[in-house]
Structures are given as structure tokens and as C-alpha cells.
């Protein structure tokens, strides 16, 4: 049972500020997940949960402890890092009994903690076997089986995924969810990739150079999108951007072309003529004319089997994706930019203007 607060974390290096105050609150077993683009802070910011970085200022506060200034061994908690970090020397008992031992447990408790955890991974067949002989999938499950026995207050996951092929990814991925909440531990996992971001959090922190953009549930994320960032970085392919200007008192928008779209859900706040940018994700751009439509010129098809992503030019140059049902083939087609779908964004800021 445990909780995390991160209390205005700032961190730089050489004088250069990394991450620019991140407040953030982790309630019991649930699995928060860091994501952002490579540079953005996210490994800075976990490697100081764990105390192997101290903040410039700021807290770590841990079950209502304040750790800031505690070593990492202190901090009851355990890391599963990219590169596993397995004593090649050891076997897989050893390499998992290594923290116990160091801790002093009795014998007969560190072999029933890492036989439990062994059985829970389905590795209880390779325990006398070294590193090298494993794979990389059993490898990442020794890495997870060290992190249980502890038994931990907190699991900090630092990308620990990334040295595994696409499938073992997929595969372990689901493990690690069941895992983290048949031992309702409390996690905090960083990774680059949306997708592990979307499927394993009960929230996720976007990042964006060092400030989180938005921290909420994966769904909310991907629906309401806090601003173009976050609107981006979510969501494959790549949400459509549009160029456009605030119209009839914030309840339209004009394309640069004179096409108009009547907002579905009400205006928007901002003087008559403000730049805003549409966001428009490529599954809700529909083929079919309309008020709300624009000629595609087809550029690019990319046949995915049971869809196709369609990549063409509107008017003034306007690069737009479609993800449309089935097969396609064909040089044009008119698209609808549908308005009960538009996400709409101030172009200065990039913050989502709600009606
Ligand atoms: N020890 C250090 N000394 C100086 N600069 C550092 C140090 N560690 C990290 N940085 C810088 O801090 C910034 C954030 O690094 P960090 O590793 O936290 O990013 P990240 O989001 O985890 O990126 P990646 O996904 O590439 O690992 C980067 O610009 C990096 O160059």
C-alpha cells in the first residue's frame, strides 16, 4: 500500500532546467505512465523518484514520508530498467535472492518469496539457468521477479520494454498490466511510445520539454486533448492540423479556401478573425460532399489490409491523412472535416478552447 507525491520537481543540469516544477499525485495501485518524446525529462524525473538524481528543489514524498533526501535502498521501493541490469555471473535464483540477501532475510523466506515470484512469471523451470542462456523475453521476467520479491512500496519501470521484438512487446506489456494489478503495487512506467502509454495507464503524464502537458486517463487524452502537443503526439496516424480563423461571433470557423464549419458543440470564446489550428484525427475525415468538405488530391495510399491511410493535399497545400474503411484507389475524392469530431485549438497558445 502506497502513495507517491511529487511536489514541485525541478531539476536542472549545469544550469540548465530539465524539468520546470512537476506536481503530481499517485494514488494506491494505480499505474501512472510517463510519456513523451526523447528529451522531454521522463527518465530524469524517475531516476529522482528513486533517489539515483537529487531535485534542484522540490519533494518526493512517499506514503506521506518525505524521501527527498533519503538513498535509493531507503526508499522501499524497486526499479525495472531497459537494459534488465542482471549479474551475468549469478543464476536466475541468485540474481533474484541477491536483494533479500543483502537485506539480510532468513534462508527459507528468500527461497518461498523468489519460488512464488518465479511461479507468478513462469520462470520456475529456469532458475538455475545464467543470463546468457535465457531470452530476452525471460530475461525481462527475471528483471520483474528481482523487482516482486522486495516486495516494494512503489515499481518504477524505465522503459523496460524497448529491447524486445514487436510481438514479446505486445506479450509482455499485457503481463506487466495483469501483474501490476494482481499485486496492486503502485507503478510509475516511462516509456516513448503511445501506444504502451495508452494500454498500460490508468493515467498517463504527457510530457512536453520538461512540463507536463496534460495528466489524465488515456481515453480523456486521446478525446480532449489540453492542447496541439498533446493532440499530436497521441493518436496514430498523427492528428490533422488546419489552419483556420475564429467566424460569427466563435460559433465557426473559415479554412483558408472560404470553407466554413458551424462548431457542433456551441462557440468558442475569442474576437472575430482569431487564428485557430483544427485538429481532426485521420479516422473521423470521411469521403462525401458537404458544407464541411475540401477536394483531396491523393498523394500517398497505404493499404493496411482492413483499412487504408489515405495521405492527399487540400486547398492552399493543406496536407491531410484519412483512415478510411477497407480498400481504396483513386487520384481524388472530396472529404468531409466533420464538425461533431473537430478538436479546436488556439493557434497562438496551442491550448484547446472549450466551447
Ligand atoms: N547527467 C546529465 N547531465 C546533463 N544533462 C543531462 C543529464 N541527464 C540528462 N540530461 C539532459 O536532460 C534532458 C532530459 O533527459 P532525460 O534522459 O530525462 O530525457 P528522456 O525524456 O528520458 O529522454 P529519452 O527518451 O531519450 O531517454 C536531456 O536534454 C538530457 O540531455
Do not use: W
Request: glycine residues 12%.
Amino acid at each position: 500500500m502506497a502513495t507517491l507525491s511529487l511536489r514541485d520537481v525541478r531539476k536542472s543540469f549545469n544550469a540548465t532546467p530539465v524539468l520546470h516544477g512537476i506536481d503530481l499525485e499517485v494514488a494506491d495501485g494505480e499505474l501512472v505512465v510517463i510519456v513523451g518524446a526523447s528529451g522531454c525529462g521522463k527518465s530524469t524525473l524517475l531516476r529522482i523518484v528513486a533517489g539515483l538524481e537529487t531535485p534542484t528543489s522540490g519533494q518526493v514524498v512517499i506514503n506521506n514520508r518525505d524521501v527527498t533526501g533519503l538513498e535509493p535502498a531507503d526508499r522501499d521501493i524497486a526499479m525495472v530498467f531497459q537494459n534488465y541490469a542482471l549479474y551475468p555471473h549469478m543464476t536466475v535464483f541468485g540474481n533474484m535472492a541477491y536483494g533479500l540477501k543483502i537485506r539480510g532475510l532468513p534462508r527459507a523466506e528468500i527461497e518461498k518469496r523468489v519460488k512464488d515470484a518465479a511461479e507468478i512469471l513462469g520462470i520456475g523451470a529456469l532458475l538455475e539457468r545464467r543470463p546468457k542462456q535465457l531470452s530476452g523475453g525471460q530475461r525481462q521476467r527475471v528483471a520483474m521477479g528481482r523487482a516482486i520479491v522486495r516486495e516494494p512500496a512503489l515499481f518504477l519501470f524505465d522503459e523496460p520494454l524497448s529491447n524486445l521484438d514487436a510481438k514479446l512487446r505486445v506479450q509482455m506489456r499485457a503481463e506487466i498490466r495483469r501483474l501490476q494489478r494482481r499485486l496492486g503495487v503502485t507503478s510509475l512506467f516511462v516509456t516513448h511510445d503511445q501506444v504502451e502509454a495508452m494500454t498500460l495507464g490508468d493515467r498517463l503524464v504527457v510530457m512536453n520539454a520538461g512540463r507536463p502537458a496534460q495528466v489524465a486517463p488515456p481515453m480523456e487524452i486521446f478525446s480532449r486533448p489540453a492542447d496541439t502537443y498533446v493532440a499530436g503526439f497521441i493518436g496514430s496516424p498523427a492528428m490533422n492540423f488546419i489552419p483556420a480563423t475564429l467566424e460569427e461571433g466563435g460559433a465557426a470557423a473559415r479554412l483558408a479556401k472560404g470553407t466554413v464549419i458551424r462548431f457542433a458543440d456551441g462557440p468558442r470564446p475569442g474576437p472575430a478573425g482569431m487564428p485557430l489550428t483544427l485538429g481532426l484525427r485521420p479516422e473521423h475525415v470521411v469521403p462525401g460532399d458537404g458544407p464541411d468538405s475540401v477536394p483531396l488530391s491523393v498523394e500517398l495510399i497505404e493499404p493496411l489490409g482492413s483499412e487504408t491511410v489515405v495521405h492527399g493535399r487540400g486547398p492552399g497545400g493543406l496536407a491531410i491523412t484519412a483512415r478510411l474503411p477497407g480498400a481504396f484507389s483513386g487520384a481524388a475524392l472530396p472529404v468531409r472535416l466533420p464538425a461533431g469530431h473537430l478538436h479546436v485549438f488556439d493557434a497562438g497558445t496551442g491550448r484547446r478552447l472549450d466551447p
